[in-house]
């Protein structure tokens, strides 16, 4: 069975300071892993994903994580935080092979203070 | 393309009634998934569909609820009778083969009172 833990369920930076929102993960075998972002009132948007090629993965918006092996971790990140980040992100696991089911983490709410 | 979209965007019901909530996937995606988000259990992941068949429907709370995928284009989620703690917002997601990286609709809140 597979799991992500997401440290923090809320988190502010100001605007322009380094978004860091972090997310472990358990599996038995290696893992897919993924990061979505959730506005108000909408539905979750695929931010990046890592499938076992480079573990520094790019995403949109400027978004990056790091899939590192050694701590479990996939944390998630960007440079300079805009008004505009503030959301929910939810970090995801699944195993590789085929299809098996994605388990989502309980979700960061991040706020941006101007 | 239009992504995944669903209907309703709000359903407010009574108590007893039946809802019925729809979703037309990405076109050529084979997989469909059905997903509930509540504060207290966050995202639940309901039944989900590879080409039109279901899969997996552990996640169906109890046996009011059904879902069908008569086709490719269309699916349906029926909630009956409704029940107050069915209040959630319901998510359809598909993905191509492979099952990953899914797109999700942007929901529908429904409301039991």
């Known amino acids: 069975a597979q799991s992500v833990t997401q440290l923090g369920s809320h988190v502010s930076v100001s605007e322009g300071a380094l978004v860091l929102l972090r997310c472990n993960y358990s599996?038995?075998?290696?893992?897919?892993l993924f990061w979505y972002v959730q506005y108000p009132n909408q539905g979750l948007q695929l931010l990046l994903k890592?499938?076992?090629?480079?573990?520094l993965v790019k995403g949109i918006n400027g978004f990056e994580a790091e899939f590192k092996k050694s701590e479990t971790s996939f944390h998630l990140t960007k440079p300079s935080a805009h008004m505009s980040d503030a959301a929910e992100y939810f970090c995801a696991v699944t195993l590789s092979g085929g299809y098996q089911k994605v388990t989502f983490g309980t979700g960061t709410k991040l706020q941006v203070i101007p | 393309d239009a992504g995944v979209i669903q209907s309703p965007r709000h359903e407010v019901t009574e108590m007893g009634q039946e809802v019925t909530l729809r979703c037309k996937p990405i076109s050529g995606h084979d997989y469909l998934f059905w997903y509930r988000q509540t504060m207290m259990r966050g995202l639940e992941l309901l039944i989900y569909?590879?080409?039109?068949?279901?899969?997996?429907d552990s996640g169906m709370p109890e046996d009011r609820f059904s879902a069908k995928m008569p086709n490719a284009s269309f699916s349906t989620l029926k909630i009956q009778p409704s029940e107050p703690r069915d209040s959630a917002v319901y998510f359809c997601?598909?993905?191509?083969?492979?099952?990953?990286?899914?797109?999700f609709g942007s929901g529908t809140r429904l409301t039991v009172v």
């Open positions: 599996s038995s075998v290696p893992p897919y």
């Open positions: 890592y499938t076992s090629a480079a573990t």
């Open positions: 569909f590879n080409n039109n068949v279901p899969i997996d």
């Open positions: 997601a598909s993905s191509g083969t492979g099952g990953y990286g899914y797109t």
